[in-house]
């Protein structure tokens, strides 16, 4: 008994999940009760069926087998061409989509060049005023022959001493004189 239980369980899921799946009908396979029993394919396969059924019956002189055959035919004509419909409308609903994502990246690529652009011009720049500060030769090596030489300020005469008594020396007159 539980085997049979799954067995229903498991078809009934099935049966469900094929149901909620509607955007692959064109390669879906189909069961579809036509007048004559089953007919199981793609709906592609079974619009051919029943296409060949219609030309059978219209063969054979009967008209209302034929006329129940073409609507059958009919109904997963429409179903495969409403398909086909939804699949070209998500084509191009990706399409476009894939467009603005290009263009977003175009645009993004050509601020960030703009930008570094901007960028190496202002690093050039700030270089540019170094160089200029240091006489225009930022590649060469400072020498001391390169700098300018300091101004001399002019020779002073010496300051005379002024002259003191023994007495104003520290250590009196012990101390030794000086040679004049």
């Given at each position: 008994?539980?085997?049979?239980?799954?067995?229903?369980?498991?078809?009934?899921?099935?049966?469900?999940?094929?149901?909620?799946?509607?955007?692959?009908?064109?390669?879906?396979?189909?069961?579809?009760?036509?007048?004559?029993?089953?007919?199981?394919?793609?709906?592609?396969?079974?619009?051919?069926?029943?296409?060949?059924?219609?030309?059978?019956?219209?063969?054979?002189?009967?008209?209302?087998?034929?006329?129940?055959?073409?609507?059958?035919?009919?109904?997963?004509?429409?179903?495969?061409?409403?398909?086909?419909?939804?699949?070209?409308?998500?084509?191009?609903?990706?399409?476009?989509?894939?467009?603005?994502?290009?263009?977003?990246?175009?645009?993004?690529?050509?601020?960030?060049?703009?930008?570094?652009?901007?960028?190496?011009?202002?690093?050039?720049?700030?270089?540019?005023p170094?160089?200029?500060?240091?006489?225009?030769?930022?590649?060469?090596?400072?020498?001391?022959e390169?700098?300018?030489?300091?101004?001399?300020?002019?020779?002073?005469?010496?300051?005379?001493?002024?002259?003191?008594?023994?007495?104003?020396?520290?250590?009196?007159?012990?101390?030794?004189?000086?040679?004049?």
């Amino acid at each position: 008994m539980k085997s049979s239980r799954s067995r229903s369980r498991s078809k009934s899921n099935r049966n469900r999940s094929q149901g909620n799946q509607g955007g692959n009908v064109v390669n879906r396979v189909f069961d579809s009760s036509g007048p004559e029993g089953k007919v199981r394919g793609t709906p592609q396969q079974i619009i051919e069926k029943y296409n060949q059924l219609t030309r059978d019956a219209q063969l054979s002189n009967d008209r209302v087998a034929a006329e129940n055959f073409q609507q059958h035919a009919e109904h997963y004509t429409r179903m495969l061409a409403e398909a086909q419909r939804e699949i070209e409308a998500r084509r191009e609903e990706q399409e476009r989509q894939n467009r603005e994502r290009q263009a977003e990246r175009d645009r993004e690529r050509a601020e960030r060049q703009e930008r570094e652009g901007s960028q190496a011009v202002e690093q050039a720049a700030q270089q540019q005023p170094n160089a200029d500060a240091q006489g225009g030769e930022s590649n060469l090596v400072e020498t001391p022959e390169s700098q300018p030489k300091p101004k001399r300020s002019p020779r002073r005469k010496p300051r005379p001493k002024p002259e003191a008594s023994n007495g104003d020396q520290p250590g009196g007159d012990d101390a030794p004189k000086a040679a004049e």
